[in-house]
């Protein structure tokens, strides 16, 4: 091979090379910006855990005050806002007998330490 070759492979190699490194470093710093984002974005603070049993007893307490011969099946969420509150749970009648549920929303107030049911609606 004639020296014209030889320079033309080997600076074609550098650039080859150079081209490499500059190609893969991009690659590099996206690959772990994205694995960073996976990381953070799963990640949700948790919530401190509400005691829900003042508010089961006020339901129970406001339901016999109506006569609605109902009971607290579960509690799907409470949300407390200063001296408000709104909770969403599923009734069933006392007895238990049918096992059907619905879904009520009770909106509270503050009453002294505990809370006291405002009034309800069905969902």
């Excluded at 004639?2 to 080997?10: A, V």
């Excluded at 996206?30 to 339901?59: N, Q, R």
């Amino acid at each position: 091979m004639n020296s014209r070759c030889l320079d033309h492979i080997n600076s074609r190699a550098k650039r080859d090379e150079v081209a490499e490194k500059f190609c893969a470093a991009p690659l590099v710093a996206l690959a772990v910006i994205f694995a960073l984002c996976l990381v953070g974005c799963g990640k949700k603070e948790a919530a401190s855990p509400v005691d829900t049993k003042p508010f089961e007893a006020a339901i129970v307490e406001y339901c016999q005050s109506k006569g609605y011969g109902m009971k607290v099946a579960s509690v799907d969420s409470v949300t407390v806002n200063g001296d408000t509150a709104t909770v969403l749970c599923k009734m069933q009648e006392a007895e238990g007998t049918y096992g059907l549920t619905v879904k009520w929303e009770f909106i509270f107030h503050r009453a002294g330490t505990g809370w006291q049911v405002e009034t309800h609606t069905a969902k």
